[in-house]
C-alpha cells in the first residue's frame, strides 16, 4: 500500500511553534534539507506520530518547552482515498495523555471514520498494511541506520523484506 503525505500541520511540536504547515500535494518524492538542527527530523517523527501514535521519545518530550499541548494533523492518501488523522497530546504533571481522531475525506465533507488513540492505531494498520515497525523499515531511513540492510546476511535480509512485506515465506 502506498501512503502520499499531503500536508502536514505541527503546533508545538518539538522545536515548532506553530502552527506550520508544510505542503507535500502534487510531490511524488521529498528530499528534506537543512543545517542540522533546523527540524527535519522533527518532520518525519511528526509523521510517524501522527500515524501510528509511537516516537522514539516519551510523549512529554514531543511537547515544546514551555508549551501544554502539541496538535498534528497529516493530510494523507491511500489507495484512492484521502484521509485525515490529528493526535493531540497535553502535558500532566508527570506525563501526558494523548487523543487522536480519523476521518476519511469525501466530496461532501469528511466522514469521522475512529475517534480514540486505540482504534486509530488499528484502523491506519489496516489502511497502510503495516504498523509502526513495517513502516519505517519499509519507506524511511532513519538516521543513523542508512546502512542496515546493506549490513545484513542474506537470510536476514529475507526474513527482513519478508516481516516488512507481510509476506509467509515457505522453503523447500
Not at 518539538?14 to 500535494?25: A, D, H, I, K, L
Not at 511524488?28 to 542540522?36: F, S, Y
Amino acid at each position: 500500500m502506498e501512503m502520499i503525505p499531503l500536508e502536514l500541520t505541527l503546533e508545538n511540536f518539538r522545536s515548532y511553534r506553530g502552527p506550520e504547515t508544510v505542503n507535500f500535494s502534487g510531490l511524488r518524492r521529498v528530499c528534506i534539507i537543512g543545517q542540522n538542527g533546523s527540524g527535519k527530523s522533527t518532520l518525519i517523527a511528526a509523521m510517524l506520530w501522527a500515524l501510528f501514535g509511537k516516537s522514539n521519545l516519551n510523549t512529554s518530550e514531543l511537547i515544546r518547552t514551555g508549551a501544554k499541548s502539541t496538535r498534528v494533523e497529516l493530510l494523507f492518501s491511500a489507495e484512492q482515498d484521502k484521509y485525515r488523522v490529528i493526535r493531540i497530546a497535553k502535558r500532566r504533571k508527570s506525563s501526558a495523555s494523548t487523543q487522536a481522531s480519523l476521518a476519511r475525506l469525501t466530496d461532501h465533507g469528511e466522514e469521522p471514520l475512529e475517534d480514540g488513540v486505540k482504534s486509530v492505531n488499528t484502523t491506519i494498520e489496516r489502511i497502510l498494511g503495516m504498523d509502526y515497525y513495517g513502516f519505517t523499515s519499509a519507506s524511511i531511513l532513519l538516521q543513523g541506520n542508512a546502512d542496515r540492510f546493506s549490513s545484513m546476511a542474506p537470510a536476514e535480509r529475507k526474513e527482513f523484506l519478508a516481516e516488512i512485506l507481510g509476506l509467509s515465506l515457505c522453503d523447500e
